[in-house]
C-alpha cells in the first residue's frame, strides 16, 4: 500500500463512495419497485376495510406495483396501527387510521405502546364521516328523544356496543350518556362487523358503527339508526344528528393514511401525490359518498398540525366524560 499513488487511493475512494450512493438513489427514483402492503387495522368488510380497498385498486393502478391489503384487526385498531409503526420507514408498509387508532386509544389507553404524533408520518387527510347509533328494526325507540323515554323505565343500563374500548363509537356512547343523563353500559367488540352481528343477533339493543359500515344495514332494512354523532349526513338524510336531538356534540370521524415516521421526503411525496389523485376520481369519489364518507384531501405536513390539535382537544373530552380503556 505504501507505493500506492496518493492521489490514485483518493480516486478510488471517491468512485467507491459514489457507487455505494447509486443504489439508494435509484431506489428512490424507482419506487416502488416491489409490492406495498396496506395494513388495515379493522376486521374485514367494515367502513375502513372498504375505504382501504377501494383505495388499493387505485393505487396500484398508479404505481404499477400491488398495494396488498393486510387485516390486522383487534384492540380498536391498535394491533395493527402498532404493527406499522415498527415497521421498516421505506414506504412498503403503510396504513390508514381513523380517530380511534391515532387519537383516542392513545389517549384513554397507557398500555398503547405507540405515540401518534412521533411515530407515525401522515401520507394525507382522506375524508369525514358520521358515526351512526344503530338499533334492531324491532327496537321501541326510533331517536333519542324515545330512548330517553324508554331508558327511564329501565331497571338496567342500556348496553351499547361499540369496535373496542376508546374507540369513536365508545366516546358517542359515552358522551350521549353524560349528555342525556342515561345509564348505559359499553359492550366491547373487535370490529365494527361484530357490531352489526350482536345487534341482528339480538345480543346488545343498541350500538355504534362507522358511516360505511351503517348505510348497507340501513338502507338494506336489516336495522335503523336513532341518530348520528355528528351532523345530518346526506347519506342518511332522514336520521338527526346529535346537536338536532339537543345533545351538544358534533365530532365527524377523521380517515387519514400513515407511513411509519422516518419514512423518505421523496417517498412520503409519491403516496401523497397518488393519495391525492385517487381522490379525485370520479368513481372514488361517488363511491366514498355512498358509504357516507366526505372525501377530502389534506396534504401531509397540514394534516399533522391538525392530528396535534386534535389530540389536545379530545384529550378535555376524555377528561370531561372520564373515558378510559376498560
Known amino acids: 500500500m505504501s507505493g500506492f499513488p496518493r492521489r490514485s487511493l483518493v480516486t478510488v475512494l471517491a468512485l467507491s463512495a459514489g457507487l455505494a450512493a447509486l443504489p439508494l438513489s435509484a431506489h428512490a427514483d424507482d419506487y416502488p419497485n416491489h409490492p406495498i402492503t396496506l395494513v388495515l387495522p379493522f376486521a374485514a368488510g367494515g367502513g375502513g376495510d372498504v375505504l382501504g380497498r377501494l383505495l388499493a385498486e387505485s393505487f396500484s393502478k398508479q404505481l404499477g406495483q400491488p398495494l396488498i391489503v393486510e387485516n390486522r384487526p383487534g384492540a380498536g385498531g391498535v394491533i395493527g396501527t402498532q404493527y406499522v409503526a415498527r415497521a421498516k420507514p421505506d414506504g412498503y408498509t403503510i396504513t390508514i387510521g381513523g380517530m380511534t387508532t391515532h387519537l383516542l386509544a392513545p389517549i384513554t389507553n397507557p398500555s398503547v405502546q405507540y405515540n401518534p404524533i412521533k411515530d407515525f408520518a401522515p401520507i394525507g387527510g382522506i375524508g369525514n364521516s358520521p358515526i351512526v347509533m344503530l338499533a334492531a328494526n324491532d327496537f321501541p325507540a326510533n331517536d333519542i328523544r324515545e330512548l330517553k323515554a324508554l331508558e327511564a323505565k329501565r331497571k338496567h343500563p342500556l348496553q351499547y356496543g361499540s369496535w373496542g374500548p376508546g374507540s369513536t363509537g365508545n366516546f358517542c356512547g359515552e358522551i350521549l350518556a353524560l349528555k342525556a343523563g342515561l345509564r348505559m353500559e359499553h359492550v366491547p367488540y373487535r370490529g365494527t362487523t361484530e357490531v352489526v352481528t350482536g345487534l341482528i343477533g339480538g345480543q346488545i339493543p343498541v350500538g355504534f358503527v362507522d358511516m360505511a359500515t351503517a348505510v348497507p344495514q340501513v338502507q338494506g332494512g336489516k336495522l335503523k339508526a336513532l341518530a348520528l354523532c355528528t351532523k345530518p349526513s346526506p347519506s342518511l338524510p332522514k336520521v338527526g344528528g346529535y346537536v338536532d336531538q339537543g345533545i351538544d356534540f358534533d365530532r365527524p370521524l377523521t ?56 389530540y389536545a382537544s379530545w384529550k378535555q373530552v376524555a377528561d370531561d366524560a372520564h373515558i378510559q380503556a376498560q
Do not use: C, N
Open 255 to 310: 380517515w387519514v393514511m400513515y407511513a411509519p415516521a422516518g419514512t423518505p421526503a421523496p417517498t412520503l411525496k409519491r403516496l401523497s401525490d397518488t393519495l391525492a389523485a385517487a381522490l379525485r376520481e370520479k368513481p372514488v369519489q361517488e363511491r366514498l359518498l355512498s358509504l357516507g364518507i366526505e372525501p377530502g384531501f389534506v396534504p401531509g405536513p397540514e394534516q399533522h398540525e391538525i392530528l396535534k390539535r386534535d
